[in-house]
């Protein structure tokens, strides 16, 4: 009687033991692997969002530059409008800043473009 206990008792210990084996731990080590995939997806989610911060502060760097150029041209107008003897200057100068905001220009949509592209990435998620 207490050699069948002896061995009842054996064989469900042996039972657990290959349950927690064979599930239990089966199912952890997929709950490991499935927290590894979302760090890695979730380190470059970080890269995306901050190659977009990037590129918004460039755009925004060159509206600046660009709203200068513009007050520069204002200024430019102005000037010319005070007297003949400034004109010639003030057209180069405006001719300079509107050069400048032609280049700025391709800038930005450059870096529009690229922003496009990041967010299709993000929309593809």
């Not at 979730?42 to 995306?48: F, G, Q, S, T």
């Not at 901050?50 to 150029?69: K, P, Y």
């Not at 001719?95 to 473009?113: C, H, L, P, S, Y």
């Amino acid at each position: 009687m207490v050699t069948d206990a002896v061995h009842n008792l054996s064989k469900h210990s042996q039972d657990m033991a290959d349950y927690l084996s064979e599930t239990i731990l089966t199912e952890f080590q997929e709950f490991v692997c499935s927290g590894k995939q979302y760090k890695e997806d979730a380190d470059y989610v970080k890269e995306m969002i901050d190659a977009f911060n990037s590129r918004t502060d460039r755009l925004q760097n060159s509206m600046i530059e660009i709203a200068d150029s513009i007050e520069s041209i204002t200024k430019a107008i102005d000037d010319g409008a005070s007297g003949i003897t400034g004109v010639a200057d003030s057209a180069k100068s405006l001719a300079g800043d509107m050069e400048d905001i032609t280049g700025r220009m391709d800038t930005n949509k450059m870096i529009v473009e690229e922003l496009k592209k990041q967010m299709d990435i993000f929309a593809d998620f």
